[in-house]
């Protein structure tokens, strides 16, 4: 059974060695949980992200990447720091990634699994991945945890923000309705 469970093992990662798909993980944290659960993401499964950035309320540390809005400070702002989050992204991180992984500080993220995943998904095309909840709308993402899109997807999203009419700018909670919606 083990020698089975071995050549498993080996074809993945012949599968991931083909065709390496990099993954710039978005992580969102708040300041009391700097020190907590920003530290532990930094310490396990951010390593092996491709390259990583944590979006928060205040300063972090100058040694962790980080951008941070003071008057976006509760979860009544999720959409507008998403918004703001992928703009930036897409304007000022110069290497371009396959994936873009979004997370919250409570997310615990096996990488190696996603990019098994991943590896049956061709980057290039729009994939907007995440587990749908359909809690407040029947096509919602649970925004909770975590989803990945594809680099065309997230290029598409910040065309769309360009529009007001297509994607307002507007406080409202439920981010994953909203970037699904105008996905």
């Known amino acids: 059974m083990i020698g089975v469970f071995l050549v498993f093992l080996s ?25 907590t659960r920003a530290k532990t993401i930094l310490e396990t499964w ?75 998904y061709t980057s290039s095309k729009q994939h907007y991945l995440g587990l749908r909840w359909n809690f407040f709308a029947s096509r919602g993402f649970n925004d909770g945890s975590s989803y990945i899109l594809s680099r065309p997807t997230v290029e598409a999203f910040n065309e769309v923000m360009l529009d007001p009419d297509r994607c307002p700018d507007h406080h409202r909670a439920e981010e994953d309705q909203e970037l699904f919606s105008v996905s």
Do not use: G
Request: hydrophobic share 35%.
């Open 11 to 35: 074809q993945i990662s012949l599968a991931l060695a083909s065709s390496p798909q990099t993954i710039f993980c978005l992580i969102h944290t708040a300041t009391p949980s700097h020190e």
């Open 46 to 120: 951010a390593q092996y992200c491709d390259d990583y950035l944590f979006f928060t309320d205040s300063k972090m540390n100058s040694s962790i990447p980080h951008i941070y809005y003071p008057l976006l400070n509760s979860r009544d702002h999720s959409w507008e720091k998403i918004r703001r989050v992928f703009k930036y992204v897409h304007d000022k991180i110069e290497k371009k990634y396959d994936w873009y992984y979004r997370a919250d500080d409570d997310t615990y993220a096996l990488m190696h699994n996603m990019r098994t995943l991943l590896a049956n």
